[in-house]
């Protein structure tokens, strides 16, 4: 069950646009990018027949057909999709209160489970050197690819952090994660912490 609302207005903007792309049984695919975080963002985006993902929840509209990311389904409760007409011609606009919650339990995603555990515990501890680390990706070798900012790009101490910090600790809430890999150009040391 998908707990996103549509108002009508949002409707029949979206049916609107969807029938200018001339493409039967076209329809719209919601999702939230880095869920669960603090630079979480709503997503819609044309989705094509075909397009969908095998695990996408198809919720049928009188027009067309809105299709959901699973994954996406938890950060998506009790979104609201609208549109309000003004001087301009009108804005689309999403609120989305729960997609930068985190909502990660044992069988979560291992992405949104090391997310959780970098916004939670390990950049409140970088924060304070004006650092910050994120997830690229988790490759096929279970091995976290991750990017360091702020304070922590260029800095002279981040092997120290990466493996002392980072690494155990991301290791010890997520035993199957095999280790860590920094593909940050530390070569900018403009606003390292430590030179």
């Not at 039967?24 to 075909?50: D, L």
Request: one cysteine or more.
């Amino acid at each position: 069950m998908v707990a996103v609302t549509v108002t009508p207005s949002a409707h029949d903007y979206l049916a609107d646009l969807l029938d200018k792309q001339d493409c039967e049984g076209m329809g719209v695919r919601m999702f939230v990018q880095s869920p669960g975080t603090p630079s979480a963002e709503t997503c819609i985006a044309y989705s094509r027949p075909g397009e969908q993902e095998d695990d996408d929840i198809e919720m049928p509209l009188e027009r067309f057909s809105m299709f959901f990311e699973a994954r996406s389904i938890p950060f998506l409760t009790d979104a609201v999709v609208d549109f309000a007409e003004d001087r301009m011609g009108g804005q689309l606009t999403i609120k989305a209160p729960n997609a930068k919650m985190p909502q990660v339990s044992d069988d979560s995603p291992i992405e949104d489970r090391i997310n959780y555990v970098l916004y939670n515990e390990v950049n409140p501890g970088l924060a304070s050197h004006g650092g910050v680390v994120s997830l690229v990706e988790v490759d096929t070798n279970m091995v976290a690819v991750l990017k360091f900012g702020g304070g922590c790009q260029g800095c002279g101490m981040v092997d120290v952090t990466l493996q002392q910090g980072v690494e155990k600790t991301l290791q010890d809430k997520i035993p199957e994660l095999k280790g860590v890999r920094d593909v940050t150009d530390h070569t900018d040391t403009s606003n390292a912490y430590f030179k």
